[in-house]
């Protein structure tokens, strides 16, 4: 089970990745331009190319398939990613836009990166390592069917659990404002109208 989980969660992050780039072309070029990594052919090629690689190999780890080449293919990709932020911290390049989940400016903050980010990449890749070496693989057919499903439930509940914190991350943001500047209003009309009803 516990294979099927991390390997379900893997691919539930590329997806959650890969998603709002295929919608937002444009927003991925500028992603990867800001890295200053590749000539500019290839930035285009890859800013084309990343977010439907994350997708399909993400639906590839959510299903447990293509065992231990998904994985594999993963854990090429995390380091990659490791590489690229790595890079750039070390020379003292921050303000950029990691592109890891969406874009900065989708949500409302300045492009910035960080150890943090390098540290998750490698975490990833590491998590994908162990799936490519676990003994005898995992999967449909290789997994006890209640295993397999009890893992891939596990993984919605968690994904579902991070895909709403991103989501309510675009309204709070610790540390700054409770309530984005949109919904000051609101709940002044709202304090307002209980104070009216008393």
Known sequence: MIPTLVSALL?????????????????????????RLLPAPLERLVAALLPYVEVVLGGLLVASLGVPWSPAAA??????????LATNLIRGRRELDCGCFAFAK??????RIGWG?????????????????????????VTPVGEYLIGLAL???????????MTLRTVVNPGRRSVDSHLAQARL????????RR
């Open 11 to 35: 691919g539930g992050l590329l997806m959650l990745a890969g998603i709002p780039k295929l919608r937002d072309r444009a927003g991925m070029l500028v992603a990867v331009q800001g890295y």
């Open 75 to 84: 854990t090429v990709l995390f380091l990659v990613f490791f590489a690229g």
């Open 106 to 111: 989708a949500e409302g903050h300045a492009p």
């Open 117 to 141: 980010h390098a540290a998750r990449a490698l975490v990833l890749a590491a998590a994908a390592a162990g799936l490519a070496f676990v003994p005898g693989g995992y999967g449909p057919g």
């Open 155 to 165: 993984a919605a509940i968690i994904i579902a659990a991070i895909a709403a914190g």
């Open 189 to 196: 009309d709202l304090l307002a109208a209980a104070v009216a």
